[in-house]
């Protein structure tokens, strides 16, 4: 996977490292953004493969962040995967797919479940490629 870049954006340290952990196992190469500027400029500066994006942000909250990048890039060229710890609320998650979401995570999620959505997201894209590694249990 060599190439495949991701694009985090939380404001929450500790959920920025947890993934990053395992993203990077599973062989991505893992950028942060901590608010809607930073994500905006890392997109800019390097179209990530995936973008992944906590619903709630301190300034502006991620559906706002979701619109401005749907404004320009599809749902194949960029795709977005919302993380939310509001719970996995039907009206919550209609809003992200609205707002133009590929998919959508209620914290907490399990890392075979973040991985699956990843994949899925890629692939079509870049070709099946194997995370076996990714999901074993040597690996966690």
């Known amino acids: 996977m060599a190439g495949l870049s991701i694009l985090i954006v939380d404001d929450d340290i500790d959920t920025l490292t947890v993934l990053s952990l395992h993203l990077e196992r599973a062989a991505f190469a893992v950028r942060w953004a901590i608010n809607e500027q930073q994500a905006l400029r890392a997109i800019e500066d390097h179209l990530p493969n995936v973008l992944l994006i906590d619903e709630m942000l301190p300034q502006r909250d991620g559906l706002e962040v979701v619109r401005r990048v749907r404004a320009r890039y ?5 795709p977005i995967i919302m993380l939310s710890a509001l719970g996995d609320i039907p009206e919550e998650r209609g809003a992200g797919f609205h707002a133009g979401v590929n998919a959508y995570l209620s914290k907490p999620y399990r890392r075979d479940e973040l991985l699956h959505q990843v994949k899925t997201l890629i692939a079509p ?13 040597d690996s966690k």
């Open 74 to 78: 599809s749902k194949e060229t960029l």
């Open 125 to 137: 894209s870049h070709g099946y490629f194997d995370l076996k590694n990714a999901y074993s249990e």
